[in-house]
Structures are given as structure tokens and as C-alpha cells.
């Protein structure tokens, strides 16, 4: 699998725009671009997921570079509830996930 | 409400026991996942199945086993439990495509302690 880059940690004001940062610089052409979160306690929730073009859910928006090096998850307005650690994860049969970025959301 | 129930939140076992972690989801899914999480690792995949009676090993096979025999049921196997096995145990599902963890669901985890 190739290899993802996120910052340790980030931190985010309340009902602030997030952007969490990913580098993978080694992608291949084929490779999906997936982010999961892990709240305190819980398993993995997937979050969005892209190939090439931007991506848009009711949870966040997914920009992908135009080289593919690099993505980032967009997390509109933050609420407590999205204090988690987010994943940002490639391949199309992931074996790892990194550690993640552990966001903390300041009210 | 989709689900993928692992058998146990917590359990202790003895060192050289067989284990069974199960794991049931109810969304119809080709794709079962066995991760472990240990901190300071993040989750490396055990083995995954993309259908019944197949399994794949991932990044980290030695020392389990997986059985599918239902679509819905995905088994992990500690034949004989070590101390390093202890850790969080995640099972996950997702429907078949290009990508095995396109909208993949994770169970609660079971925290599983070899003592």
C-alpha cells in the first residue's frame, strides 16, 4: 500500500471550517483515497471517499490534488461531535491505517 | 439501522486457549474484515474475505485463523492465545466493488486480554 502522511494533531474552533491535510506522494493511478474516523470508544466510521474528482457528503468534502499527491478533508463547520481521529487512508485493499490526525474541537 | 455486531466487548483469556471473536452484519455484504488496533500501531488487517469459504491474508496473519462459512458470520481464530495477541479486535464489512473499503461499517471492537 502507499504510504499516507497527516499531521499528528489538529485543532479547530467550534462551528469553524477544518482542513486536515494528507500527502501521498506515492499513489498509483488506481489507488481509491478513503478517510474513516474513530470517536472515543468506537470503532471506525467512514467518512467519504474519492478517485480523482472533488467529493461531497453531508458529512464533509474531499479536495484531491490534481497530481493525486496530497487530499484534503473538508469538515464544514466542526461541532464537538467531530472530535475523533481521522484517517486518511489509500489502496483498494488497505492493510494498514496509520495513526491518524486526532482533532480537537475547542467550544 | 445497519449493523455489525462483534460477539463481545471485553474478554479475558488464558495463554494457550483457543479463542473465538465473532463477528455477524446484517447488510448483506461480500467483504468481512478482521483489523487489530494497538496503540502507537494504528489497525493492521489480520485477514479478510471477499466471499464465502474465501479468506485473505493481511498484513498480519501468523498466529490466526479466519472461517466464513455464512455470508453473514466472519470468524477470527486464536488457536492458541499469547500474550502478544492481547489488543482491540475490529471486525468490518463492506458490499463488494473496485475499492474492498468503500463505505466499509466497523463493529464496536472487543477489547481482548491473554493473561
Known amino acids: 500500500d502507499a504510504k499516507t502522511t497527516q499531521p499528528n494533531s489538529m485543532e479547530s474552533n467550534e462551528e469553524e471550517p477544518v482542513h486536515l491535510p494528507c500527502n501521498h506522494s506515492?499513489?498509483?493511478?488506481?489507488?481509491?483515497i478513503h478517510w474513516y474516523r474513530q470517536l472515543p470508544s468506537q470503532g471506525p466510521e467512514y467518512v467519504i471517499h474519492?478517485?480523482?474528482s472533488n467529493v461531497n457528503n453531508r458529512m464533509a468534502s474531499l479536495a484531491i490534488a490534481e497530481d493525486r499527491k496530497s487530499s484534503t478533508l473538508i469538515l464544514h463547520r466542526a461541532t464537538l461531535r467531530d472530535a475523533a481521529v481521522y484517517y486518511c487512508?489509500?489502496?483498494?485493499?488497505?492493510?494498514?491505517f496509520g495513526k491518524g490526525t486526532r482533532l480537537s474541537v475547542i467550544a | 439501522d445497519v449493523k455489525v455486531t462483534q460477539s463481545s466487548r471485553y474478554l479475558v483469556k488464558r495463554t494457550g486457549e483457543k479463542v473465538f471473536l465473532e463477528c455477524v452484519q446484517d447488510?448483506?455484504?461480500?467483504?468481512m474484515f478482521w483489523y487489530r488496533q494497538d496503540p502507537g500501531l494504528g489497525l493492521r488487517l489480520i485477514y479478510f474475505?471477499?466471499?464465502?469459504?474465501?479468506?485473505e491474508k493481511g498484513d498480519i496473519p501468523e498466529g490466526y485463523s479466519v472461517s466464513r462459512e455464512k455470508k453473514e458470520r466472519f470468524s477470527l481464530i486464536l488457536e492458541s492465545a499469547s500474550t502478544n495477541q492481547t489488543s482491540m479486535y475490529l471486525c468490518?464489512?463492506?458490499?463488494?466493488?473496485?475499492?474492498?473499503?468503500?463505505?466499509?461499517?466497523f463493529g464496536q471492537g472487543t477489547r481482548l486480554t491473554v493473561v
Open positions: 468490518a464489512s463492506s458490499q463488494g466493488g473496485a475499492s474492498l473499503l468503500r463505505w466499509a461499517f
Open positions: 506515492t499513489i498509483s493511478g488506481t489507488d481509491y
Open positions: 474519492g478517485l480523482t
Open positions: 487512508i489509500l489502496g483498494n485493499t488497505p492493510l494498514v
Open positions: 447488510m448483506d455484504h461480500e467483504n
Open positions: 474475505s471477499y466471499d464465502v469459504k474465501m479468506k
